[in-house]
Nanobody, 122 residues
Framework: QVQLLESGGGLVQTGGSLRLSCVASGGTFSSYTMGWFRQAPGKEREFVMAIRSDIFTYYRDSVKGRFTISRDNAKNTVYLQMDNLKPEDTAVYYC????????????????WGQGTQVTVSS
């Protein structure tokens, strides 16, 4: 059983930056694809970015060039650096773990954190 704990959310103005962190415990962190999802009020949870290793990363087009995902296997932590934030990025952001390599669908993820709120003011 893997437990995930996100942190780093908050309120930021348009154009600002935030870095989310997700610490994992209870599993072999390096063997998982780690993903970030987000869910805005009234909308479905959507894929943002995922990382299997430093070579294989995946992202949605709307965050390309603004968000960066990275992981530190020694610290069992995955990060989401978010720059040039926009109001449409406002959502609860969730960290998730999958045993699959190319996991971009929420149904492919086995473990989830509780989420952290990101609010971008205009």
């Amino acid at each position: 059983q893997v437990q995930l704990l996100e942190s780093g959310g908050g309120l930021v103005q348009t154009g600002g930056s935030l870095r989310l962190s997700c610490v994992a415990s209870g599993g072999t962190f390096s063997s998982y694809t780690m993903g970030w999802f987000r869910q805005a009020p009234g909308k479905e949870r959507e894929f943002v970015m995922a990382i299997r290793s430093d070579i294989f990363t995946y992202y949605r087009d709307s965050v390309k060039g603004r968000f960066t995902i990275s992981r530190d296997n020694a610290k069992n932590t995955v990060y989401l650096q978010m720059d040039n934030l926009k109001p449409e990025d406002t959502a609860v952001y969730y960290c998730a773990a999958s045993t699959l390599y190319n996991a971009k669908d929420r149904r492919q993820y086995d473990y989830w954190g509780q989420g952290t709120q990101v609010t971008v003011s205009s």
